[in-house]
C-alpha cells in the first residue's frame, strides 16, 4: 500500500516536498516513480528511481527543479520540487514497479497511491 502526501497551494516559484510511504517489509525491493495528471490531460511521468537510488529519472519538464530521493530504512520516496510553475499543477501520483530496472512507462508499475494534489498560483 502505498500513500502519498505532501500537496497543497503554493505560489509560483514555491516549493513542496511530497512524501510517498509504503507498507511492507519489500519497499527496496522495487523502482518507485512519480506521476502527475493535470486537468483534461493525459497521465504523464515525473520521476523515478531505482530500487537503491543509484539511477533516476526525470522528465524534460521537471530537470533541475524537481528531485527524487528515497529512504529504504523509512519505507518513502520524497519529490523535492522547487521553483514551481503553474504548469506544475496536477495531482501527484506515487508507484511501485517491482525489480531492478527503471522505467517511466506507467503500465510498468504494479501499486499505486491516492495521490496528493498539487496547486501553483501564478
Known amino acids: 500500500q502505498l500513500q502519498a502526501f505532501g500537496g497543497g497551494l503554493v505560489q509560483a516559484g514555491g516549493s513542496l516536498r511530497l512524501s510517498c510511504a509504503a507498507s511492507g517489509r519489500t519497499f527496496s525491493s522495487y523502482a518507485m516513480g512519480w506521476f502527475r495528471q493535470a486537468p483534461g490531460k493525459e497521465r504523464e511521468p515525473v520521476a523515478a528511481i531505482s530500487w537503491n537510488g543509484g539511477r533516476t529519472y526525470y522528465a524534460d519538464s521537471v530537470k533541475g527543479r524537481l528531485t527524487i530521493s528515497r529512504d529504504n530504512a523509512k519505507n518513502t520516496v520524497y519529490l523535492q520540487m522547487n521553483s514551481l510553475k503553474p504548469e506544475d499543477t496536477a495531482v501527484y501520483y506515487c508507484?511501485?514497479?517491482?525489480?531492478?530496472?527503471?522505467?517511466?512507462?506507467?503500465?510498468?508499475?504494479?501499486?499505486w497511491g491516492q495521490g496528493t494534489e498539487v496547486t501553483v498560483s501564478s
Open positions: 508507484a511501485a514497479d517491482y525489480g531492478v530496472g527503471l522505467t517511466a512507462m506507467d503500465y510498468e508499475y504494479e501499486y
